[in-house]
């Protein structure tokens, strides 16, 4: 039993009076299969160059950097994955402990004596010419600049103890784990945002907290790091305070006999706190949205302008993905279309056009052809599904771009050699918003971010919106049940066009300039991951997902907070949305609807395997010999 503060207990956790098993009852094919894949990636990461590239990086300074991260977090989570045993109805649910260690630690060494292999292969073989990273410098990582044999014997020995670590977050209580993991994530977070802070700082003219909080070679010194975590430490430990404190009044209120017309006292506190603490946590995020960037540096607001960007085009993607199940692999398209169009209407160095109509009045041509273009693209797939829908609108993103090259257009859209001298936007003739000022960039994103969710927003809680989801359900059903899915799907790809178009009218004017190449097939594939990491058919994850991807890793063409990521980011694009799928279909942040969808079955067998059990204890008394806890 856990105490009244703890947070829930995980879906593999046991309870106390649960029976144990020895020390060396493993799964000892499941720790060889997971050692070896441990190995396997262990190398990879090391041939990938990862460990030299990142160890320019510091986060703890002097003892940690990025490249030893990237081979010290895999071990953890590999590690804590063995340990994992879901329990379903019916299940013996053992107690954890010293095997869930051992197995850990195991896995962690086993694993990590790849890198040893991989250490002594550098040291007695060159093959740098099919394996350019079999490096001395990869080397010098590896064996911590010392010596051959300290490299290969510590690497198995660090492995050990990060997943006897890992394997111990399952004895853990979950309240340790959680503040386990909110302290790592919390570090890692100060030391990688360290140009948003230091901007912070000097906005504020408080310069010397970031001196104190970063090394001379700007990693975490290690006063800051223990500030840091203790400060992590406590803010969890308050969290699980206040929702112990919610616990006793909801039982007090209980047992006092609040509750009526069955209604539970918890309900009530509950519905009475939520609304104000919503209230209160936009009110403070919008003031902070309207106020940070007047404290921010250049960089940081250009960095927030990129990330509002392709907060846009998630958004309009979300609403044809996320809502209305339809896979569009080509939603650049929509991109281009609001990019060009105000490139044409605006420029003076347009090829055939020589309008130069305000930013405003080209916004609205470009959201007319851009419902046009989805009407265009969607009229013909409309009635296609599954793989020929993406197929098809793959290939329509591709013929815009091809188009948009090709010299038969070149007398409109210039060709290869784009459109340049794009004006900025005159804000009702009181400023101008120009690339060279990514402040007042950031703003008028931030302004097209607001529309963007509050569109989204209403249209995901009306008709329309519940006409989308019953298509992502069940098409068939959602016809039967009197829903015109043509028009319904023609609607979604309009409204997500308009939002598309947004993103390229503003990218456009912040540039200055347009070419093809700024609208290749890649981009609609980073939205997608960026939609699908952060959680479809949620507002909230999708700015999360573009917070967390765009931000730290960058956009195809954009940098992000880590620019030593800028190699590798679709690589790590690529194992992230496999993560997920696996592991974590839902996303970050997910939609209540979409998650019941995807975890139907997991509850539909729950439900079979509770009325199984129950029809046992009913018919047969337990089952006669039966132990209790064992499973029927």
Not at 327 to 351: C, K
Request: aromatic fraction near 8%; charge should be neutral; glycine fraction near 12%.
């Amino acid at each position: 039993m856990t105490a009244a503060g703890d947070f829930p207990a995980s879906q593999d956790a046991a309870p106390a009076a649960a029976p144990r098993r020895r020390l060396l009852e493993q799964d000892w094919r499941k720790l060889l299969r997971a050692s070896a894949i441990l190995a396997i990636a262990q190398v990879f990461i090391g041939l990938s160059g990862m460990p030299v590239s990142f160890d320019r990086r510091l986060l703890i300074d002097p003892i940690l950097s990025l490249g030893y991260l990237s081979l010290l977090w895999l071990p953890l989570a590999v590690s804590y994955w063995v340990g994992r045993e879901q329990v379903l109805e019916g299940m013996t649910a053992y107690a954890r402990g010293g095997r869930d260690v051992l197995a850990g630690a195991i896995t962690g060494a086993v694993g990590n004596a790849g890198l040893t292999l991989l250490v002594v292969g550098i040291t007695h073989f060159d093959i740098r010419d099919p394996l350019v990273n079999w490096s001395p410098q990869l080397l010098g990582i590896l064996e911590f600049e010392e010596s051959v044999w300290l490299g290969a014997l510590i690497w198995p020995a660090i492995g050990a103890g990060v997943g006897a670590l890992g394997g111990g977050m399952h004895w853990a209580s979950s309240r340790i784990t959680r503040t386990t993991v909110i302290v790592l994530l919390s570090v890692f977070g100060t030391a990688v945002l360290e140009s948003v802070i230091t901007d912070l700082s000097q906005g504020f003219h408080i310069e010397a907290v970031s001196d104190w909080l970063y090394g001379p070679k700007r990693g975490l010194t290690y006063p800051a790091a223990i500030v840091v975590a203790a400060a992590a430490a406590a803010i969890a430990g308050g969290i699980a305070a206040y929702r112990a404190f919610l616990a006793r009044t909801a039982s007090t209120s209980g047992q006092l006999g609040i509750a009526a017309s069955g209604e539970t006292s918890a309900n009530r506190v509950r519905w009475r706190r939520i609304p104000v603490r919503r209230l209160v946590g936009f009110a403070l995020s919008a003031a902070a949205i309207v106020v940070l960037p007047l404290f921010l540096g250049r960089l940081t607001n250009e960095l927030l302008a990129n990330v509002g960007l392709f907060i846009l085009l998630a958004l309009g993607l979300n609403i044809i993905v996320g809502l209305a199940g339809i896979l569009d692999l080509g939603y650049v398209a929509f991109f281009a279309v609001g990019g060009y169009s105000v490139a044409v209407l605006t420029s003076p160095g347009s090829p055939r056009f020589d309008l130069e109509i305000p930013w405003f009045g080209a916004l609205f041509a470009a959201m007319l052809l851009a419902g046009l273009a989805g009407l265009l693209i969607g009229a013909p797939v409309i009635r296609m599904r599954g793989d020929y829908l993406a197929i098809v609108t793959l290939g329509f993103g591709e013929i815009i771009r091809v188009l948009l090259l090709s010299d038969w257009l070149s007398g409109t859209f210039n060709g290869a050699q784009g459109i340049t001298n794009i004006p900025g936007v005159e804000v009702f003739g009181l400023a101008t918003v120009r690339g060279f000022e990514p402040r007042s960039v950031l703003y008028l994103v931030l302004v097209f971010c607001a529309i963007a969710v509050y569109v989204s927003w209403r249209l995901e809680n009306s008709r329309i919106g519940r006409a989308w989801m019953a298509i992502r359900e069940d098409e068939s059903v959602a016809e039967a049940m009197g829903v015109d899915t043509v028009s319904a799907k023609l609607m979604a790809f309009v409204t997500g066009a308009v939002l598309g178009s947004f993103s390229g009218a503003i990218l456009s004017a912040k540039v200055g300039s347009v070419f093809p190449h700024s609208f290749a097939i890649i981009v609609s594939i980073v939205i997608l991951v960026v939609v699908i990491f952060g959680g479809m058919g949620s507002i909230a994850g999708v700015i999360a997902g573009a917070a967390v991807l765009i931000g730290v890793l960058g956009g195809p063409n954009q940098p992000g907070l880590l620019q030593e990521f800028a190699e590798y980011k679709i690589l790590i694009y690529g194992a992230l949305l496999v993560w997920m799928m696996l592991q974590r279909s839902e996303g970050l942040i997910p939609s209540v609807r979409r998650a019941r969808e995807l975890h139907l079955d997991e509850m539909n067998q729950d439900a079979w395997l509770r009325a199984q059990v129950a029809a046992d204890d009913a018919g047969g008394g337990g089952g006669g010999d039966r132990s209790e806890g064992e499973q029927p």
